[in-house]
């Protein structure tokens, strides 16, 4: 049997009840030969989750896992089963899991602080990585691990994937190809969610381990500014606080210290202004994006507020000036992909980072982006401490930087 575009149109081999097809029968649904081997270091959610779309989308295979907590491996070896018979291969220690010859890629999902410390081991193998945002909690270690990356021979993609989810692929479309709203001028973000869940260690209630709310989580909004605004950001002023969420957690004899309200406000070079909304204690899941340009305006959203009757919705319109048409759409992939977590855009991270292997052009985070992404998130973090407005430039340089700004 001859296979050719069919691969794309699999999608009845993602759905589970039609796993009881021999290989020898499948055709449609056969994703062809095994493309590589993938280790994931830290099998938490984020990394179960690379491990659930590696397997989905078939064509690569997750070969092993290294994490010292037990029932993280058992969530591993869980996710896997689900899709793959083949044992999981469980190392003993990191060098292990790095060096096996038998692997052509290490996605590593450890904890923000940890990823400078697990990539320099990881660089030694000389495989493809796919290394977790934030890059790095401060910025002479994010500086670090780019310059890292630009002497790396092999494809070092950094886990920004929200460009992937269907909004942000749609409105990045309309504002830098289409050039619908015309010169954009002005961006709005907001993000109002549950609070941060339970982590291995909680790493994620603690500025020092995560880089704060502001780096953490909201790296992805910032890389999204800094992709639409396409220039590099100048000052940023920010107010937020820690107001309703983990005032009096405790955790190793320590008091959580993290934001869960945030206004930041970003300027660009060229002039472009972006602002951004941040609750964690609203009782659902919802990301809003606004683009302002010269001659039309984007809104775009995605989420579900949990209640009876409520389902997840992806919304988008893009209302021009008078002379052109404007439209609304539901952008989407589907409901298979979109269900393995963040609306779908691991999976087509995971697309991203197998054509980049493949020697082929990829629109993926790179270093050099997800360090601009940590240069907003540490500026705000430091723009709440201080009360005023931070300049890049200034930041830059007290972090020993100067030469970039
Ligand atoms: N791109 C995204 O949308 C997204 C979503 C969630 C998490 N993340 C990122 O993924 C990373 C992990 O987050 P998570 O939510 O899975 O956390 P988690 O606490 O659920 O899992 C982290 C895992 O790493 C293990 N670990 C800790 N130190 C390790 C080490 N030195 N070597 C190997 N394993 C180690 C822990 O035992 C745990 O199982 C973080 O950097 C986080 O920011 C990204």
Known sequence: MKKGKEFANRLHALVPKFAYVPQADRFLMDPGPLKYRF???????NGQEHITVTLLEGRN????VYDPNPSSVEGAKRAKARFSTEPLVVYESLEAACNDPAVDGLIICT??????EVL???????????????????LPDAYEIWQMARAYPKVLQIGLQYRYKPIYVEAIHEAKVRR?????????????????????GQWNKFSKYSGGTLVEKCCHYFDLFNLFAGSRPV???????????????EYGGERSDILDNAFVIVEYQNGVRANFNLCMFAPMVYEELVICGDEGRLKASEGVNGQAYSKWENYLEVIALPDRT???LTPSYPAVIEETGHSGATYYEHLRWTQAMDGQPSTAATAEEGFWSVVVGVAAEESV???????????????GLGHLS
């Open 61 to 64: 295979t997750i070969h092993g």
């Open 39 to 45: 280790n994931v270091i830290g099998t938490g959610v």
């Open 120 to 138: 320099k081991v990881a660089v030694q193998s000389g495989k493809h990585i796919l290394l977790e945002k934030p890059m790095a909690t401060n």
């Open 235 to 249: 000052s940023v002023y920010a107010s937020g606080s820690q107001a309703v969420n983990f005032k009096d957690f």
């Open 111 to 116: 904890p923000n602080h940890t990823h400078l």
């Open 180 to 200: 619908s709203l015309g010169e954009v001028k002005t961006l709005t973000i907001l993000e109002h969610r549950e609070p941060f869940l339970d982590k291995v």
């Open 326 to 328: 404007s439209r609304t």
């Open 385 to 399: 401490k201080r009360g005023t407005k931070v300049g890049v430039k200034e930041l830059l340089e007290a972090n």
